[in-house]
């Protein structure tokens, strides 16, 4: 059998699938932000036409989907697989987006990590020899979070310093065995790390631990140094937690000067109240489709490590005082040889 396992967790792909297309749909906040001019579609109406929060979630998903599939060349009959999630209960967003389609579906929860849960998966798959095509797709919505973590927006509840804002937005990619594009060449999937936050209005500090041990475990697995990356970037830590990841390699003697995370690239700091930065699954799916994939396809990096993170939390476990277990799943990717 071929040997692709590294190590205990990351494997390098024989045949790294192409992303043949991408795109990225935002809400009004976002496209107030710094992506705001890459941004496949951007809507000045958060309810994206539709009667409630959840179903234009739905909608965001499809608009990806469609211009994703446009982009590649491709329609969704001749997709092998599709893998999608988002953060309401049951996946809702994800299963009502896919239904009609009649395409194999996998409906994926990893919290904030799911675009790169996604990506992973559809990865594994295609170089498996499991199909020739696939799509990963994820999204959030603001006012359908807080509904459903925290209070109703008629509520008015006070934000803490440390909480973040999540992200109205959907990101899709579709990836192929064959074709021109940038390549996904290792996966990294993390392991559950809980250090014992409870606090959920500071998921970065929850987060910020699982993203430390799987950057860690995908260097030393790989034999690779931070500097053969061009950029290190997080999912959603925010301003906090990517401070705490910087502050654990600092201790190993590691500087790690290239890390970014998408929680502090989709919004303005200084000019958008969102306290400690972006979150929620269409953060990261917003950055990598409208930021990361085309930076490598134009040739303005060559080698991301894109790393998904996600706190692991539900209304009912913070009700129950439960800590908050937390999430990071590493992906490598290279840019068009």
């Known amino acids: 059998m071929e040997q692709k396992r590294l190590g205990r967790q990351t494997v390098a792909l024989a045949r790294p699938p192409v992303l043949t297309g991408w795109a990225g749909v935002a809400g009004k906040k976002e496209g107030e932000g710094p992506l705001a001019a ?4 951007v809507s000045q109406d958060d ?10 979630e739905s909608a965001m998903q499809r608009m990806a989907l ?10 969704a009959s001749e997709l092998d697989y599709a893998l999608a999630g988002d953060l309401l209960n049951q996946c809702i967003s994800s299963s009502f987006a896919l239904r ?3 395409v194999p579906f996998y409906g994926l929860y990893g919290a904030c990590s799911t675009m790169a849960e996604s990506l992973s998966l559809a990865a594994l798959l295609l170089d498996g020899g499991f199909g020739a095509r696939a799509a990963a797709v994820t999204s959030s919505h603001f006012c359908s979070a807080e509904r459903q973590y925290r209070t109703p927006l008629e509520y008015g509840s006070q934000r803490t310093p440390t909480a ?4 109205t937005g959907a990101g899709a990619v579709v990836l192929e065995t064959e074709g021109a594009g940038p390549r996904v060449t290792h996966v990294t999937t993390g392991k559950i790390v809980d250090k014992g936050v409870k606090d959920p209005a500071n998921m970065g500090a929850a987060m910020a631990p699982a993203a430390y041990d799987t950057i860690r475990a995908h ?3 790989t034999g690779r140094k931070p500097s053969f990356y061009d950029l290190i970037v997080t999912g959603d830590l925010g301003e906090l937690g990517r401070e705490i990841v910087l502050d654990f390699f600092h201790r190993d003697g590691v500087e790690l000067k290239n890390l970014s995370d998408c929680g502090l690239l989709v919004y303005d700091l200084e000019r958008q109240d969102v306290h400690c930065g972006g979150s929620g699954c269409g953060c990261s799916a917003v950055a990598l489709t409208s930021l990361f994939l085309p930076g490598l396809k134009q040739g ?5 490590l894109f790393c998904g993170t996600g706190a692991l939390l539900s209304p009912t476990s913070t009700q129950q005082g439960e ?15």
Request: with cysteine; hydrophobic share 40%.
């Open 66 to 75: 469609s211009a994703a599939l446009d982009q590649a060349g491709r329609t």
């Open 47 to 56: 309810s994206f036409g539709e009667k409630s929060w959840e179903k234009a």
């Open 100 to 102: 009609g389609q009649e």
């Open 164 to 167: 973040q804002w999540t992200v």
């Open 38 to 41: 890459q941004f496949h579609y």
């Open 323 to 337: 800590s908050i277990p937390g999430i990071c799943h590493a992906v490598a990717l290279e840019g068009p040889a």
């Open 300 to 304: 303005r990096w060559k080698h991301i």
């Open 219 to 221: 260097l030393a697995e």
